[in-house]
């Protein structure tokens, strides 16, 4: 960028913003953060009018919503104009932090009939054909066809001296571009990818991706596997927006290759990072709910064997079930590797390694529950012991003659005697802890699964490593931990991300708003970035494996290093990381990163169309 082009990406145009996505106030993926957290430096910044659009998919969002007055501003009038004509549409304040306005709108209200004709002029205009019966692609398209007709209202409304801009994300948002395009309307659009359709089925798919990105022919390949509509739209998309931008270098080359035109601004995620607490605060943060991961780890193991809790470390990875492309694969062979070199140490230390993901599933398997359930008895029982032993010590202490300390087992009942030998002995067992919390729909054909077999990380009693895996996200409601998600990044001492195909990745960027020290790779676009703009990030608990230029078993041998270099610190150096992670979290601030927003929606009022 030029130097003058450098000065006016500080500063939001004015214009009238509308910001499109299927996120919107509806959450699927990571989108849906970047939409919500990136809100409240849209509303600050934005030099005008600004709305989101979103489908009115959700009727559970209705508790998150304040209905507004549609003659508010011109967004609620163009609302207010498509109710009339029989759309269902709502205009509504999103009551979370910014609180930015939204249009939200039904496809789900449109008529059979309608969609017919969508589809054929998507296809008469734009080349566009679509299958029959794919209900996602059907809502999409609907919903892109009430977003058109929002923007067709909306530019009646608008003065003519102030600027529209169209801000779409995805391909599921983008197809208005299309049509605004084709009929020249006053609108400024910006399409941004954050990750390509194609590129995600040919990472997992493909051994050699990022090798072969510059040889594959779209057409093909999306015909091969079977999202011929989708890769169109976005293709289509791409190449008609005004500015097209993607999250991170790494997905501005799969851009290049997949996309035929290279993003003119990469538009980095954040986060809203509330750095207020005190160090000891957070410090205190990670022991309090480490304590809740020991109550689950005890419940777990400790019914087959124990092992020391001061000396135990949790390490977890969490996302999407793609068994590749998050590198579950390649944490998995570092697993076994680091289990090996433990055990041939004699090591003293244990690792307990969560995989937390989303797996069908038909229940969760009844002996972890009842393990859980008699944990539970084992403390009331223990309680209820300590309070009569302390009870009796306190009187006898008050008359005995001498001071030495009495034989306690003389103050405890003979029935909570018995009860306690019985608790503990229907709670013990020879059988290694379960490696799967759940029971899994098609549990043979499982990878993660097969995985932990083939390397033998079984929870045996010799292994250093032991693995837990929870398919199934984790919330206060979770009947095994009775913590939300946070509150287990807190309590864990490492993230662990190394993926293959990541165009972005905000697992370990909430560790690091956590203050947890994590694992990423150069093919993540974090990873790419870290990379790019902090020296030395070990030193702040960011390591990053390398992945791009590297073979499996190379990069599975780095991780191996890394996750040993981090067992082998004190717990003094633990902390110093911990403290380093959540000093430098600010980095990843909206209130930094707003600036690329900026930079496109100034580059997309300069192109003349």
């Not at 969609?115 to 734009?126: I, T």
């Amino acid at each position: 960028m030029s130097k003058r082009s450098t000065t006016l990406a500080n500063h939001f145009p004015a214009a009238c913003i509308a910001e499109v996505s299927w996120e919107v106030c509806n959450q699927v993926g990571g989108i849906y953060t970047v939409i919500r957290s990136k809100a409240p430096a849209m509303v600050k910044h934005a030099n005008g009018p600004y709305c989101m659009v979103g489908p009115y998919v959700n009727k559970n969002i209705q508790a998150e919503l304040e209905p507004l007055d549609d003659s508010q501003d011109v967004f609620g009038q163009a609302a207010a104009i498509l109710r009339k004509k029989g759309f269902d549409v709502l205009y509504a304040e999103w009551l979370v932090t910014g609180k930015p306005r939204v249009v939200l709108l039904n496809p789900n209200a449109v008529q059979d009939k309608s969609l017919n004709v969508v589809k054929y002029l998507l296809w008469k205009n734009h080349g566009i054909s679509t299958p029959p019966d794919n209900a996602l692609i059907n809502q999409v398209i609907l919903f892109g066809y009430l977003v058109k007709l929002f923007f067709d209202e909306l530019v009646k409304l608008v003065d003519p001296e102030h600027p529209i801009i169209a801000h779409f994300h995805e391909w599921m948002a983008g197809l208005p571009i299309l049509d605004i395009k084709k009929e020249r309307m006053p609108i400024k659009t910006i399409f941004t990818t954050h990750a390509t359709q194609l590129g995600r089925h040919l990472a997992i798919n493909s051994p050699l991706f990022y090798a072969h990105l510059p040889f594959f022919k779209w057409e093909e390949e999306a015909k091969r596997f079977g999202i011929e509509t989708e890769a169109k739209i976005e293709v289509s998309c791409a190449q008609q927006a005004d500015v097209l931008s993607t999250v991170s270098e790494v997905t501005a080359r799969e851009c290049r290759h997949l996309l035929h035109r290279k993003p003119e601004v990469v538009v980095p995620n954040g986060l809203n990072i509330e750095r207020f607490e005190a160090l000891h605060e957070f410090q205190n943060q990670h022991v309090m709910n480490k304590e809740e991961i020991h109550r689950f780890v005890m419940a777990h193991f400790f019914q087959s064997y124990s092992f020391d809790l001061d000396k135990t470390l949790y390490f977890f990875t969490s996302g999407r079930y793609e068994y590749k492309n998050k590198g579950f694969d390649l944490t998995i062979e570092a697993l076994q590797r680091l289990n090996a070199r433990l055990k041939k140490e004699k090591s003293d230390i244990t690792v307990v390694m969560f995989f937390v993901t989303r797996r069908d599933f038909s229940n969760i398997r009844p002996e972890v529950l009842q393990s859980k359930a008699m944990m539970q008895e084992i403390f009331q029982t223990t309680a209820a012991i300590q309070q009569q032993v302390g009870k009796r010590l306190f009187y006898q202490s008050t008359v005995q003659e001498d001071n030495h300390l009495p034989d306690l087992n003389t103050f405890v009942d003979e029935y909570w005697k018995l009860r306690y030998r019985r608790t503990l002995q229907a709670w013990k067992t020879k059988k290694n802890p379960l490696v799967v919390t759940h029971r899994l729909i098609n549990e043979d054909q499982d990878e993660v699964l097969q995985a932990l077999q083939a390397k033998k990380l079984l929870n045996n009693a010799d292994d250093p490593v032991k693995v837990v895996y929870h398919p199934d996200f984790i919330n206060v409601s979770s009947p095994l931990f009775g913590m939300d998600y946070n509150q287990f990044v807190r309590g864990c001492h490492l993230g662990i991300f190394p993926s293959y195909y990541e165009p972005w990745g905000y697992t370990p960027l909430e560790c690091m708003a956590s203050g947890i020290p994590s694992v990423t790779s150069d093919l993540s676009g974090f990873g790419d970035y870290i990379l790019h703009h902090i020296e030395e990030p070990e030193k702040y608990g960011l390591f990053v494996i390398e992945r791009g230029k590297r073979t499996f078993d190379w990069s599975a041998g780095q991780l191996t290093d890394v996750m040993y270099g981090f067992l082998m610190q004190s717990m003094r150096e633990r902390i110093m990381q911990r403290n380093n992670v959540e000093n430098n979290s600010s980095i990843f601030d909206w209130t930094n990163l707003i600036k690329h927003y900026k930079e496109a929606y100034v580059l997309a009022m300069k192109n003349q169309s």
